[in-house]
């Protein structure tokens, strides 16, 4: 989600963006309507300096009275320590990690920034056609590259967090721990989930080439071929489910199979076809943690579906909040997101969802997942979620959107965190009010119960 | 059907140049294009506008892949055709070109109709508030985005059937390029097996 995308440079042409140098305190600030007038006027190492900080991270802002989607570069506030900054000031501005710059030619390389805007224009047809002659590349396999083809086909990053709530989810059941059952089981849905990942990839080339967001893909770019992501995704998805059904349990290897399955299958199709993909992708985000659980135990328990429905109703302010800023990009994709179809749904439904949170948390000690504290202690968050989901209700605007977007990034861990911290303990004296029949007693067992049955 | 039109004539506008230097090429593909039917019944592999002259060495192996195209953001491949091409190869050579340009086709043509048609509904609500298309200082106004998003709705429920169509043809497609290639790999694997078997025996 939050990549730097290093290899871009967008036309600067904010009239209202000012930097902040620390070093230099001679040269002064910088008090320039935009970057490349800035570079133009200072040597080359601080144009390099500024690349560096400048790559940093891409912002969304508002240019004069209109919102605009697209994407800006943000100089990095450097230091405090400068003699003359009365008159600079830096623009706030708030990171969209998924929103990526337009830039001024498709696939154009890191140019100064006086090469660009205007001076595109002005570019000579020649200069053009070679540029564009030497973007052309090879469609030979680099080995060396192969990790980081494999790493963005696979969405690592979004793998990752699928394997932290399936983690989660072991760590929250009521059984002991397991390191080797625990690591075979998030080796299983780590490899379950690149299979998907790169199956959705090759499902959806020329619509990954049309967006934004999506159009650095390894699939887009070439840097394999389709029946290479294939390949790669039978050879992650079929030890990923034999890995989960044989070493672990057949339900969780069934679960991670239907997992698959859904994603690939029902919610990649349906998004073209139907709002009623967001519904099912939220089922596909919330089985991993049901996985962790029934690895642990080998059963559904009511615990294994209270954290399956804690990420289910998560997904939507999340997702909700995402597809907002993102509706240009999916009505020209043919995308059917609820937030251009159905947008008085979408702010519903992401309130709704964000309030249900709450009553889900006070489930948590009803079903002997968390002790009485779990609901109290969670409370601030989910009300805060709440909140912004409220206001994103009340007002949709870019602005809200994103704070709702960036307050569920945040959210999940915390909550994960907290359940973990208010897990009831096995010695707990009060009790279970109700045993799950397959679950361990309470008492420190002579021999641990195993979880392969 | 005029944007079809108007899309054609852009392609050749952009290529005039470039047919007399593809004619000679060993290395492109001869596909025809179904939109370009009409005008070259020559035989000569026609190339698209959407091609640059960009001529990969001859000596290489490998097929090259291109900047986005400026109307369909979709890459263009160069196939590179072996000497000792299978049938079955040229088949997958040809399948891939023909799904490439179709895939062209109609996201060129999507592009387009999109932005005329944002166009156009831009310039019908600036009309309605009084405003003129561009301001004082002759920038083109823009609406906010909860405007906007009165058109992409309108836009995507207007072309639900369409991308529905597309969808299947397109998942039609990548599933029989796929199996073709996973065909020719196997009988490419084969051949080197057995070339490499036939002197020992």
Redesign the interface.
Known sequence: MYKTPCSKLTVLVSAGVFQRLAENGTRGHLCSRSLFQFSASYPREWITFQHLSFLKRQYVIKNGGGLRQRARPKQEPLSAALEDHDDSVVRQVQQVPAIRPVPALPGAPTETPEREGEAQAKEPDAALEARLERQWKELKVDMADLPGVYARLSKIKLTALVVTTAAAGYAMAPVPFDPACFLLASLGTGLSSCAANSINQYFEVPFDSNMNRTKNRPLVRGQISPLHAVAFAAACGVPGVSLLALAVNPLTGFLGALNIFLYTCCYTPLKRLSITNTWVGAVVGAIPPIMGWTAATGALDPGALLLGAFLYSWQFPHFNALSWNLREDYSRGGYRMMSVTHPALCKRVALRHSLGLIGLSCLGPALDLTTWTFPLVSLPINLYISYLAFRFHRHASRDSARKLFFCSLWHLPMLLLLLLTCKRSRKDPEGPALAPPMSPPLVPPVSPPTPHS | MNVKAAVCQLWRTYHQHNLPCFQTLRNVCASRRTCSANESDSGQPERTGKR???V?VAS?K???????D?L????P??YHIPENETPLERQLRHMRQETEDW?HQF?AN??LT?SKEKDEFIHMCLKAKGLNRRDENGRKR?????E??V???D???K??TK??N??KE??RR?FT??LL??RV?LHRAWRRLTRRRSPVT
Not at chain 2, 72 to 75: D, E, I, K, Q, Y
Request: with cysteine; glycine share 4%; net charge neutral.
């Open positions: 640059s002259n960009f990969p290489s490998h097929d090259w892949i291109g900047p986005p400026r369909s953001n979709l890459r491949i160069i895939n996201w999507q592009n999109f823009t609406l906010s985005s909860e906007m998003a058109f992409y709705k836009f995507l429920d072309n639900c991308h529905a597309y969808n397109w998942y990548n390029i796929t290639m996973g790999a």
